[in-house]
Nanobody
Framework: QVQLVESGGGLVQPGGSLRLSCAAS????????LSWYRQAPGKERELVAS????????DYADSVKGRFSISRDNAKNTVYLQMNSLKPEDTAVYYC?????????WGQGTQVIVSA
């Protein structure tokens, strides 16, 4: 059974940076997609960034392009989300997801608060 554990969230001032990590265990798939989603209070969960394993192609929501960067360490089964130039509107619970076709698993989420 696949398990995902996120970490790295916290409180940061506008303009600051955070790096989120998502460690996967029990992952036996050879081809899958790792994604970061976020959900702000009162809003729907939205896709932030994704990376294919393989070949490594990435995709980003327009709202984070140029500020966020997704990367992965295959040896550690870990995906990262580097978030720079954070804005108050980035405040949300961030979730990691692994998917292969119709199969998927989610992490428990990590809170990010951007506030002065």
């Amino acid at each position: 059974q696949v398990q995902l554990v996120e970490s790295g969230g916290g409180l940061v001032q506008p303009g600051g940076s955070l790096r989120l990590s998502c460690a996967a265990s029990g992952l036996t798939w050879n081809i899958y997609v790792l994604s970061w989603y976020r959900q702000a209070p009162g809003k729907e969960r939205e896709l932030v960034a994704s990376v294919g394993i393989p070949p490594g192609a990435t995709d980003y929501a327009d709202s984070v392009k140029g500020r966020f960067s997704i990367s992965r360490d295959n040896a550690k089964n870990t995906v990262y989300l580097q978030m720079n130039s954070l804005k108050p509107e980035d405040t949300a619970v961030y979730y990691c997801k692994v998917s292969r076709g119709s199969e998927s698993a989610w992490g428990q989420g990590t809170q990010v608060i951007v506030s002065a």
